[in-house]
């Protein structure tokens, strides 16, 4: 599943936990409202400032969304940055002060609280999280170089100008990483080497033939490869570092959080109605009602796929029998990529005849093998989305391919992703899941609503997504499918489970891997690298339950409301209207459209 884990996650996923450096603005003394202006108009002009702001001080974030002007920038991430940072937050908070949220409209209202929660959150992960000091793997400049290589919105030579420009500061980038990290955690100094060294094909030979062909003046030319030559030695010297250094002497801390700061990063990242703990009681009665139906198919199953056999007396081993037999079919190591990208036309087809939501064919999704740089965080899949200033760019499924794994361990990731499972996967990150929804979210009226995409919102809806096409008939309606769709639901809910406990709890590898292959049936190879993710993460993974949980709830509610013949499509379509809102607001506004409370 992605994430903004990946993701951009992404995306929308990367881009709100990478965006999360901080906010100021480049002049101060701007008025919030006019006098005379009426409120919304005013706000909407403050919002834009806000924006403008927020973009000059992250520039690798605004080329995510789509906004290039500041792509030549390059923030070294050193202690005078932060204390700048940290200035403008403060002037931000003191004009959104002068704001009275009730005479805003409710949209308003909404990006009000997603702008205050935003400048809540930056200060959090700056002064009391402090990730910049102990996550090594914050400090990489392949994805940000690649992304602009990689652009169609400018020529050639202009995107290359900028690079050049980015890179001339790389050497003081890494240097300032080098200074910052401070008993980093064991497991974020491994991925930070691995997804460095991933980093450096990008400064490798699709850069370099793309100074060669270009039109840049001999002697621009020269600099640039001067300075990727200089990045690469950058790169190469921050893993050295990490190698030969970190790791050797030992210092690392605990890569949990603890039970305090786990329950405040999971109010501002996920912003839900309910708290940490609720989800996570919530999610263990979830689990018992998923074994309960799991049980009830499996049984009913058991006859069809071990004729003649005595069906065992423990009911939780039918059912591990019945999807070991299931897990069975699956592509092949060498074909696993393109069988992701041959169901695409499959759900596309099957959302327009069923009518579940208004498609837009102009928008591109390109399946593609995961770039190395993305690589080892514990995702298989994900999805990369152009931002709201770049709608017409690709969208980029990524999936990592099994080539060159060990045969046992791609076999069990096959069983994993089986030929059940791989659709509700494809379902969840691109068909009507996380590509279907970010292409809504960039029609949002609202870039607030766009920028700061809200994370349980966007994994909930891709979660969502499965449900709701299993009960339009996809899949046939057979038990095979609903006892798959179980076991891939259990794993949503095993997320929220396991977060809470790896981050706010004690358990551990071992644990872990026994609960995942027991209650979740999954394979080892699932199993581990889900705790791989979830040492590594800390919120994201509850994101998916959260959201998820939330939505069917709305849908439900929105069903038992007298006097009114629910319309699926229509729900679909309003509810992806408010963008990458909090469920929360999307709820208010879709249930009454009055204030917020």
């Known amino acids: 599943m992605s ?14 936990t990478a965006g999360l450096a901080s906010c100021g603005s480049q002049s101060d003394g701007h008025r919030v409202a006019d006098a005379d202006a009426q409120p919304d108009a005013a706000f909407e002009r403050y919002k834009s400032r806000f924006i403008d702001s927020l973009w000059y001080y992250n520039p690798e974030w605004a080329s995510g969304a789509g906004y290039h002007r500041y792509d030549s920038l390059l923030v070294v991430p050193n202690a005078g940055r932060r204390q700048t940072e940290a200035a403008a937050l403060a002037r931000r908070r003191e004009e959104m002060k002068t704001i009275k949220l009730e005479d805003l409209s409710v949209n308003n209202q909404t990006d009000f609280r997603l702008m205050q929660n935003y400048l809540q959150s930056a200060r959090f992960y700056a002064d009391t999280l402090r990730d910049w000091q102990w996550n090594p793997a914050n400090y990489n400049l392949g994805g940000s170089v690649a992304e602009i290589l990689n652009g169609r919105y400018w020529p050639l030579d202009r995107r290359l100008r900028a690079i050049s420009s980015k890179l001339s500061r790389a050497v003081d980038y890494y240097e300032a990483a080098k200074q910052n990290i401070q008993q980093p955690t064991r497991e974020h100094t491994d991925l930070a080497i691995r997804q460095n060294q991933g980093g450096l094909e990008v400064f490798g030979k699709a850069l370099q033939d793309s100074v060669a062909k270009s039109g840049l003046s001999a002697g621009e030319k020269q600099d640039l490869l001067s300075r990727v030559a200089a ?61 309960h139906d799991m049980k009830k198919r499996a049984a009913r199953l058991y006859p069809k796929y071990f004729p003649g056999q005595p069906q065992p007396t423990d009911s939780l081993v039918v059912v591990q029998q019945v999807i070991s037999r299931l897990s069975q079919q699956h592509a092949t190591p060498t074909g696993f990529v393109q069988a992701v990208q041959d169901q695409m036309p499959t759900l596309v087809k099957w959302v327009d005849d069923h009518k579940l939501l208004t498609q837009d064919p102009t928008k591109p999704l390109v399946v593609r093998e995961t770039p190395l740089y993305m690589r080892g965080s514990g995702a298989g899949a994900s999805i990369s989305a152009p931002g709201p200033y770049d709608k017409a760019a690709n969208t980029y499924y990524n999936v990592e391919p099994l080539t060159g794994q060990p045969a046992a361990r791609a076999e069990s990731y096959l069983r ?74 259990m794993r949503v809910t095993l997320n929220a489970i396991l977060d809470h406990e790896v981050q706010a709890g004690s358990i551990t590898e071992a644990q872990t891997v026994a609960m995942l292959r027991r209650d979740g049936f999954q394979e080892e190879a699932e199993a581990r690298n889900k705790w791989l993710r979830a040492t590594l993460s800390q919120v994201q993974l509850s994101s998916y339950f959260t959201g998820y949980t939330e939505i069917y709830d709305l849908r439900e509610e929105l069903k038992r409301q007298p006097g009114s013949k629910f319309d699926l499509k229509g729900f679909h379509e309003q509810f992806l209207s408010y963008g990458s809102a909090p469920v929360k607001y999307i709820r208010q506004m879709m249930l009454k459209g009055n204030k917020l409370n």
């Open 231 to 291: 990045t690469r030695l950058s790169m190469e010297g921050y893993v050295r570092f990490l190698q030969q250094e970190v790791l050797p002497a030992g210092q690392f801390r605990s890569f949990r959080i603890g039970k305090n700061l786990f329950a405040r990063k999971f109010a501002l990242d996920i912003q839900s109605t309910y708290s940490a703990e609720e989800v996570y009681r919530k999610a263990l009665a979830h689990k018992q009602e998923l074994l």
């Open 3 to 16: 994430s903004f884990f990946s993701a951009n996650t992404l995306l929308a996923a990367a881009a709100l």
């Open 416 to 489: 994993e992703y089986n030929q059940y499972t791989l659709q509700i996967l494809n379902i969840h990150e691109a068909i009507p899941g996380h590509y279907t929804q970010l292409v809504y979210a960039n029609r949002s009226p609202s870039l607030i609503k766009s920028i700061f995409g809200n994370g349980a919102m966007i994994e909930g809806w891709a979660v969502y997504a499965e449900r709701m096409m299993l009960e339009s008939g996809y899949g046939g309606g057979t038990d095979e499918i609903w006892l798959m769709w179980d076991k891939w639901n």
